[in-house]
């Protein structure tokens, strides 16, 4: 099992992201990885973590890297030697099963989309997170792959999303609702009604809108929405955690008895942190390209990494791709057919 | 300063509006209220609450009632003589200076618009909802009053945000940013790329894109989004911090030491709850219509309700409208000026 490591995207590349390989080839034995980056940035990194002469370690050098601030098709343009571009192209070569990237986000979609094509019958690629709920996990579908969509884009996303579901989460006839901001099928904007139109006549078990008032109580499994909305939502989501643990340790840190009750509860406060965290999964899948990716946090840690690499792995092993583009047969989400109706 | 109160709107409507109605009236000598609704169903509350021969209560008739489940138009369509209407008819007529509604949103909206019609250079209001930040309360506006929007809309909403974040959070010289998916102008959707450039060009504190991770952190004090995309926001943060009670909870009750932990950081939970509570303001202005509007959450309590009427006596106060409608000007967001640029 190969899998392609864009070792110079996120915030602590290359350091995160060799720590975080050295864990994954530990922890997976029949994982390999191909390391991507610049030769002399990663030498010594790799030298420290024992990486060197490793069998299961290629290193393929990317002379340039997608900075932050640069637009997305900067690694299909101007930088068509980016790390990511590179690894990209490694596995449209055959030469790794999936990439894991922790970079700029549309670059990776870019360089994937062009790279490794689409699988057939699908318009748009789409990131779909794992997000927790009072009820278990669900996905979201579109995190942010795209900032503008179209109706048939949605539709294919909600199918993607009820086959991850399955597959990753385990539900046997997934829950698939559309985000808007009224329950009812008149309630939402043109995409969302449009949306709700298909998704009605399609042979999947849809539940119709889902408002964000009770998305987060699980009322559907995959909740399905464009990617501007979804990555509002996911990233304000993260605000939010991040802003409520100011808020419980200003109000536990007031009097004695107070610290006392937090001193004796610390665990709990672990526990309510762990929910959240993104670092658990490592990353989300990119849907829809031919070749798996996994998108990684922009501050992923080595422990990120490690976990990015080994969902990758569990998507290589359940032949997540094959089931959809099999699925989007299926349901007659695939672009042609819906185009005709 | 008379108020005109849909008593007919809210899950808890007609009870909580009448209870909320005469705990404002205790509270606020300065204020008169025309409570609007079905005469049969108010006439044993109004008795129950003391407020049957009250000399600060009038109480206008109407037949109907806006349900959650009817489209927004019904408020001006098929039900003209819904309470919702018939309170905004009032506010047009010069009987009263505002309205204060927890019913159905969208009809409110369609009803204010309508029979009160908008601010002078204002080409759609928008609900201006005020949130709870690591540094303090900002601003988030639409969240709500439109499901689509057109550029010159956000760059309206932006200015009447600012006149909100100064004259209600004290704010001298608020920081506006729009919502969007990357700081960089280049990041982001058409809608909030051509409002970048607008506000780019005008004078007030434009500070550029603002990312869903950093809201809570208040890099904004006001930020600014079309409304199906601000109601998302809006609705699922609700959710979020309801799911975050019940994840503490359920952390906190685990173990002995956990138990006696929660019960000596008791307030420290009540705290925490409060931050959130939209009980605290009762609502949310919907800015832009020439009269003012207080739309309530659906699920208003007595408390929402009296506080809801006091937000808005302090509008009345503040010359709001007069404030919104000589700052439009001002800055050069008046629909026909930014129409020829």
Redesign the interface.
Known sequence: MKIALDAMGGDFAPEAAIVGARQALDLLPEVSLVIVGHKDKLAPLLRDNGLARCDRVEVVHAEQTVMM?E?STASIRAKKNSSITVAATLVSEGRAEAVVSAGHT?AAVAATKVRMRLLPGVDRPAIATIM???SGPFVLIDA?AN??SEPINLVQFAVMGEVLAKIFLGITNPRVGV?S??E?D?K???LTKEVFKHLSSMPINFIGNV???????KYADVVV?D???G??????????????M???KE??S?NT??M??????K???K??KE?GDYEEYGGAPLLGVNGLCIIGHGSSSPKAFKNAIRLASKFIKYNLNECLAKRIQETGADAAKLKKT
Chains 1, 2 share one sequence.
């Open positions: 601030g637009p549309g927790p709920s009072q942010g900032v503008e985000l901001v009224g009812e008149v939402g904007n043109d408002e964000g008032k009770v998305i987060f109580q929405c990617g501007f909305v990555n509002v939502l996911l990233k304000s989501t993260e605000s939010l955690a991040k802003a409520t100011f808020w419980l109000a536990f007031k008895f107070r006392t009750g937090a001193l004796l509860a665990e709990a406060f526990e309510l929910i």
